[in-house]
């Protein structure tokens, strides 16, 4: 019976053998009659399937419905229509080999000289804020398309293959002879290609996620989108691009990567850096707080009931490393606040007009934004969600890339264990939190002095603990007695080291992980000094 139908529909086919034809099956009907049109008045017919098929006739254009082509209905709901050898045969075949086109012409197999399809939404059903059932998450895997896509891109000499709209312009300039060579044929390939990756990654990730796969599966693909190129990267001579991640679990899931640009110049790679450092801490607070941040580090980080006072407060903190850094706000910037960032002076002479590269908070009042914007041309105003907790952090290194889970832990979620004879009051322990939620935020060696919800200085980077607390202790000046510190690790020394400077220059409190060989002598020491300290058992390395 088999052999019978394939000669009976053969006739049927061989019209067909050496014309035109270009093959349409779209989920995304954008532009489709555009298209169709298109291929119509350069000499193709088309042929569709399903709802393609339907929205073509409804426009009033011819199309030959492909079960009319494979003599075989859609079956399994629609799970098989296109895989067929009078489908995938028209598509794989090579034109300049001889056999290939006797097979043709022996099943009357037609050839297809355009292929364009894109597929089921898979990403947007799984992605969408409602949730969609297991089964249904299945059915919106794609088979059909993926097969036509491969097949075609494989075959990009001989076939043009197209899963963009915003290809179809170019695909008829090409067609009608605007175009030559095979440059175009294989950028479609490779887009083809990269499509099809892309949407497997996504039925992966969501596929480890529903079977209860851990955090670092044993492999898995980073679909990664172009947003921009940039002018160049960390310095002139290097040139750079954005991406952002198209991964499922970026969707909605905020970040500086998909923050809106209100105002100002393109962003710079080292744009993006110091902007979501400064984003990625300030969203740590509750209460209204300012931050500022050069060089991905917190020079001023301050929280108020009164956002003005928080923002000129963070100024005050190291005016001089603030001009020109990036000021994030985790609360609307109204307008009150916006002339405030305009119009503020450098306490460093009382004159001089604060400069910033980025302003970002996550929303603006509609007077707010236009007192920003006359600030300056260049200032860029990002508007950003807040990142939710529990992402995966990669970080590449040659040759590889290592994975690990966001550092997500507050204040509230350890505890602060006084280990020293003198107990601290509560003021002064609500001190020694907010400056561990500032230092995990600052490059190690990493200390930070802090009062009355306030950062005094910050030292950073510097390849031992001392130095860091000589520089944040400068930084804090008189400010220092009195005041919280915390480290972002343990410290290895304590006698005429940074615990007995750190308690010589008169800090109240002390918080740390704890953990050294020499943790006693950290605790006799601040015995001696009548200064608490805290272990928190935390550590937050940050390189």
């Not at 290939?100 to 894109?118: C, P, Q, R, T």
């Not at 949730?131 to 491969?150: V, Y």
């Not at 992980?513 to 272990?535: E, M, T």
Request: aromatic share 8%; glycine share 8%; proline share 4%.
């Amino acid at each position: 019976m088999a052999a019978s139908s394939a000669q009976s529909s053969a006739p049927a086919m061989a019209n067909r053998t050496g014309s035109k034809q270009a093959l349409i099956s779209l989920s995304d009907k954008r532009d489709l009659a555009f298209l169709a049109k298109g291929l119509l008045d350069l000499g193709y017919s088309i042929v569709s399937t399903g709802g393609t098929a339907s929205s073509l006739e409804k426009a009033g254009i011819p199309v030959t419905k492909v079960e009319e082509i494979t003599r075989f209905p859609e079956m399994l709901d629609g799970r098989v229509k296109t895989l067929h050898p009078y489908i995938h045969g028209g598509i794989l075949a090579k034109r300049d080999e001889c056999h290939h086109m006797e097979a043709l012409n022996m099943h009357g197999i037609g050839m297809f000289d355009v292929v364009v399809v894109n597929l089921y939404p898979f990403y947007e059903k799984v992605s969408s804020s409602s949730q969609i059932a297991f089964e249904d998450g299945i059915e919106n895997i794609d088979i059909g398309g993926p097969a036509m896509i491969r097949a075609a891109a494989k075959n990009h000499k001989d076939v043009l293959v197209v899963v963009d709209s915003k290809d179809y312009p170019d695909l008829l300039d090409y067609l009608g002879g605007k175009e030559e060579g095979q440059l175009f044929r294989r950028k479609l390939a490779w887009k083809a290609f990269q499509h099809v990756a892309s949407y497997d990654s996504a039925v992966s990730e969501w596929l480890w996620k529903q079977s209860g796969g851990d955090k670092f599966p044993p492999s898995f693909t980073v679909p990664l989108s172009l947003n921009s190129s940039l002018r160049y990267g960390e310095n002139p001579h290097q040139k750079a691009a954005f991406y952002v991640d198209k991964s499922l679990s970026e969707v909605n899931a905020g970040g500086i990567a998909t923050a809106i640009q209100h105002h100002g110049k393109e962003m710079s790679y080292n744009n993006y850096l110091d902007a979501d450092a400064a984003w990625n801490c300030v969203s740590e607070f509750k209460n209204p707080t300012c931050v500022i941040v050069k060089h991905t580090n917190p020079c001023g980080v301050a929280s108020r009931t009164d956002a003005l006072e928080a923002y000129r407060l963070a100024v005050r903190a190291d005016p001089v490393s603030a001009f020109g850094g990036i000021v994030a706000f985790n609360i609307a910037v109204d307008e009150a606040l916006a002339k405030e960032i305009r119009e503020f002076r450098s306490p460093v002479d009382g004159e001089t007009r604060m400069f910033y590269e980025i302003v970002v908070a996550p929303e603006y009042t509609e007077k707010g934004l236009e007192v920003l914007k006359g600030k300056s041309k260049t200032l860029r105003i990002l508007e950003a969600k807040k990142n939710e907790k529990g992402k995966l952090s990669l970080r590449q290194v040659g040759g590889g890339w290592l994975a690990q889970e966001s550092d997500d832990l507050t204040p509230q979620d350890i505890e602060f264990n006084v280990v020293s004879k003198k107990v601290p009051e509560e003021a002064v322990l609500r001190d020694a939190e907010f400056a561990w939620l500032c230092v995990k935020h600052v490059k190690s060696n990493a200390i930070v002095l802090a009062k009355d919800n306030c950062m005094l200085g910050m030292g950073s980077g510097q390849p031992n603990r001392v130095e860091s607390l000589r520089i944040a202790m400068k930084k804090a000046g008189e400010e220092a007695r009195g005041a919280a510190l915390a480290s972002d690790a343990f410290f290895p020394f304590a006698w005429k080291d940074a615990v007995e400077e750190a308690c010589d220059g008169g800090v109240s409190v002390i918080a740390e992980p704890g953990g050294s060989i020499r943790d006693q002598d950290a605790i006799d020491c601040c015995n001696k000094y009548g200064v608490s300290l805290l272990f928190t058992r935390v550590r937050h390395f940050r390189h």
